[in-house]
């Protein structure tokens, strides 16, 4: 495992496929063979571009010998803001959990990810520009079909 990770939050958004295989190409050039990425990348997100950033990873990866990288990638949480990722907000039970995962693996055109984490925790927690906690703003307990309880 290498010290320093090659994140790929930016591919499909502001880079393009050519410079998002550029950039990785160039990381392993330099002996970084740790890419993270994650389900609801790029950002900024949306519905249009959500997964881009591994589907171009893994086009990436068809060309590499995939024992020598170590993948990292995440499942989202709960989020009133990303609806779309699994017809969301879902609860990351085991269920969404496994959807998520075999939507990455899909995506990045492998059968492993090395490093599989959750992107944040299955409560309401400030994010994307909210600056404060505020403990009113949280996810019914069922989460079905769940909704944000403030704006």
């Known amino acids: 495992l290498f010290n320093l990770a ?3 939050m930016l591919f499909g958004e502001s880079q393009d496929y050519s410079t998002a295989h550029q950039l990785l190409s160039a990381c392993m050039e330099a002996g970084v063979n740790f890419f993270d990425t994650a389900e609801m990348y790029p950002v900024p997100q949306s519905a249009e571009t959500q997964g881009l950033s591994e ?18 990638s995440k499942v989202a949480g709960p989020s009133g803001q990303m609806t779309w ?5 879902h609860k ?13 693996l899909r995506r990045l055109q492998t059968d492993y990810i090395d490093l599989y984490q959750l992107h944040w925790p299955d409560r309401y927690v400030p994010m994307f520009g909210d600056l404060d906690y505020d403990p009113s703003c949280t996810y019914p307990v069922s989460m079905q079909p769940a909704t944000r309880l403030c704006h």
């Open 6 to 8: 090659a994140g790929t």
């Open 55 to 72: 589907q171009y990873s893994g086009r990436w990866m068809k060309n590499h010998s995939r024992d020598k990288l170590i993948i990292a």
């Open 85 to 89: 990722i699994r017809g969301g907000p």
């Open 92 to 104: 990351l039970d085991a269920a969404n959990i496994n959807t998520a995962l075999d939507d990455s």
